[in-house]
């Protein structure tokens, strides 16, 4: 009788100890960090938001404006790439992109580009921005985004061309610190003249302005992309 107890005791003993294990190994498996990665071969959907350097102003085609560049330049490192977006002249963060927030989550895309900033600083845009109302409006979005796409990679652009570029520029670099995003700083393009369009530019957008980016000027906002990117999708 008492062999039958101590027999019953040890299968008691080790059920306990095997449930025991049984949890701890469940919290540890819970426990364990979540990585998202996008490895080559990867299926990577890009949405694009921009103004009229989106839109292609002033390159020979639209094909190299800098947003298909990086389509390009990923699909040649093995990616399937699909391109999608809005960009539009004049566009601001506010007046544009915001109202189109919800058509992007949707896109569920896995890298997205925020090219804003520059119309911004035109007082004579209906959605002029000061640079503190600009670092509103861009945290806003960018934490929008982040709240629906918690695996999406987020880059944004400094601004184009301006009197008060270092302003927003600044504004660019605080909120992508504090939101823990990409910046792409434009400023060293802007500011070298080979990168701007001239009057003898001839694009599908009409001629050059000496304002906005050549065809040169667009591969090397697309190069500075990538440069980002490929730490991004390491």
């Known amino acids: 009788m008492r062999s039958k107890q101590w027999i019953g005791l040890v299968i008691g003993m080790v059920c306990v100890s095997l449930a025991i294990w049984w949890a701890a190994s469940r919290r540890q498996q819970t426990n ?3 990585i998202s990665r996008i490895t080559s071969h990867s299926t990577i959907k890009y949405v694009a938001l ?8 002033y390159t020979t085609t639209e094909k190299n404006s800098y947003q298909y560049l990086v389509a390009n330049q990923l699909k040649n490192q093995g990616y399937q790439v699909s391109l999608d977006g809005f960009w539009q002249a004049g566009a601001t963060l506010q007046g544009f992109a915001s109202p189109k927030i919800n058509r992007v989550i949707a896109m569920v ?14 007082r004579t845009n209906p959605n002029y921005a000061s640079p503190k109302q600009y670092q509103h409006q861009l945290t806003s979005v960018i934490a929008t985004l982040q709240a629906k796409l918690p695996k999406a990679k987020i880059l944004v ?8 570029a270092a302003d927003y520029t600044a504004v660019v670099k ?3 610190k504090q939101q823990h ?17 001239t009057p003898a530019t001839r694009s599908f957008q009409g001629q050059g302005d000496n304002y906005h980016p050549n065809d040169a000027g667009n591969r090397a906002i697309a190069k500075a992309i990538m440069a980002q990117l490929n730490h991004l999708l390491k």
């Not at 103004?51 to 102003?57: E, K, P, T």
């Not at 652009?157 to 008060?164: I, M």
């Not at 910046?183 to 070298?192: F, G, K, R, S, Y």
């Open 50 to 57: 921009g103004d009229s350097l989106a839109a292609g102003y």
């Open 109 to 122: 895309p896995d890298i997205i580009t925020l090219e804003y900033g520059t119309n911004e600083q035109d």
């Open 181 to 197: 995003v990409t910046v792409v700083n434009l400023t060293p393009i802007w500011q070298e003249t080979d990168n701007i369009s």
């Open 174 to 176: 605080q909120v992508a």
């Open 32 to 34: 364990q960090p979540v």
């Open 157 to 164: 652009l400094t601004s184009w061309l301006a009197e008060t």
